[in-house]
């Protein structure tokens, strides 16, 4: 099989098809090693990874109407392990009703929340903070695996906010405490999960393409390998991929014995099927593309979360990131103490918990816009807190900061072609902020601004920007469906050969952040490739 791309999914795949010695894969990926890469490695860096980086895809969105017209840098992982690489290593499921929801419009109960745990325990390997605290009370065991690949933990350096926060679930009825969003019941307030071992980030690929993984003798990986196209190779089938080194170097062609696994992110891969010639046939035609094979879908109705973060002044000189920011010798010596002993301030992303939380069920926004959630237990925005200003503070002062997502959003947008060259970024629009929907989720976290209503809309739409958890261009949907990209064993509608495996596959994009998910989706489908290669449909192959 040849898998591409070395992704979060991609990797998910080439680690579980690989682990039967007859199949041979090849992971083709568009960027460079993430070995070695400090703001990659360092947890506390993981803002620093993107945008604008060796590492990053740097895709800027088009002007979006919700923002003002601004256009704002959408960053997308150019690297082995993909976006979950360069991500924030926020660890969060989604609701059960995300993905019953999931198994509804795709009529595969497979889909299904119940289902789906097994993949969630595969990938998952649940493992305790670096300053080994007791973590009695901060999340629950019995809904966690800890036996997977992916390592994931909880803060391992305490944060002077974290009692506060802790504090507000026990003074305010509306943020509830909740021991672990992870549950499928993730509305109220708890300890941030995240994609970390041993103080250093876990991604895709420090955990699925582990040396003991990728040095097996059937599983290759070929970096800054460019996927330019999938090639027919018979009526209705794609089995070769094209690719090349940079726009000017030759393209190279391979042939897969059994699959083409395409996992290119929601970006990367509603390109590759439109430069293919699988998309919109008429506007593929007007580009000067050759239409293959007619989905309107494809690249339509994509979806992102809005995040909009703000900062407070606080009379504390402990926050966590000015010191450091304001501090060159502490912030060496914090890069010192990570280094040495993998502890200190760096082991952490820089969030300890977060709230999951819904607009007041007499809100006017029900009675204007209908519920965007997926049921009555799946929140419409989020709350993360964090003990500092993200990312460039002012010289002086200590801030508090929540950053504020419409997680069940509304909009849609599209990924659509501006010329027939696979070298050139497609136009990304993922619509944010558009609906009025969106503004009245992100308002209500800030009732108690003095701004009018006027001044507090203009604010949100100057400030806010993308969730960076952009889905759906290649949704599946039930078989026979009229609409949707892929079945939902995730083979492209109507062809043979090739099949999706990354979030661009997800029908709505899910109430959180969204490597988890991608991890379970990809965990389930090598069950399903499995299962088809080995002509045994009934039963689980792992
Ligand atoms: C900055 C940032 C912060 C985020 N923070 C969080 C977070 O804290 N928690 C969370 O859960 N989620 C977060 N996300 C989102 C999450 O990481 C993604 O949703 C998830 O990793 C997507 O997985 P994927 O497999 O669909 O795509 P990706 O992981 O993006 O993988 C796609 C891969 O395909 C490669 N590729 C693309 N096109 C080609 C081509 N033509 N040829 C060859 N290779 C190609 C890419 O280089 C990449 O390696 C964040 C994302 C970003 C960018």
Redesign the pocket.
Known sequence: AII???????NVVANRLSENPDHSVLV????GSNAGVLDIIVPFF??L???NTPQ??NYTTAPQVGLNGRSVPY??????????????????RGSKEDFDRFAKVTEDEGWSWDRLIPYQRKNERFSPPVDGHNTTGQFNPAVHGFHGINTVSLAGFPSPIDSRVFQTTTELEEFPFNLDYNSGLPIGVGWAQ??IKNGSRSS?ATSYLAAEFVNRPNLHVLLH????RVLPSGLNAFHRVE?AQDTKGPRYTLTAKKEIIL???????A??LMHSGIGNSSTLSALGIQPLHDLPCVGQEISDHDLLGLGWLVNSNSTTFETAAHNATLAAEQLAQWNNSRTGPLVD?PLSQIAWLRVPDNSSAFQQAGDSAAGPNSPHYELIFANGLLLDPPPTGNFFSIAALVVSPTSRGSITLSNND?FSPPILNPSLLAPAWENYIIAPAYVNSSMTDAELDEFIRQNTGPG????GSAKMSAKGADDGVVDPDLIVKGLSGLRI????VAPFIIS???????YMI?ERDADLIKQSWAGNKGKLVS
């Open positions: 591409e791309d070395g992704g979060t999914a991609g083709l990926e568009a960027g993981g803002p990874a993107t945008p990053d895809w960053p997308r992982g150019f690297v082995l392990g993909g976006s979950s690489s360069v991500n924030y290593l926020v660890y969060s995240s994609t895709s390998a460019r996927v330019t690719f996992s290119a992110g929601t970006v990367g891969t390109s590759i992303n696979p960076l958890h952009l889905a495996v990354d979030l661009s959180a952040h969204t490597q988890a998910a991608v990809a």
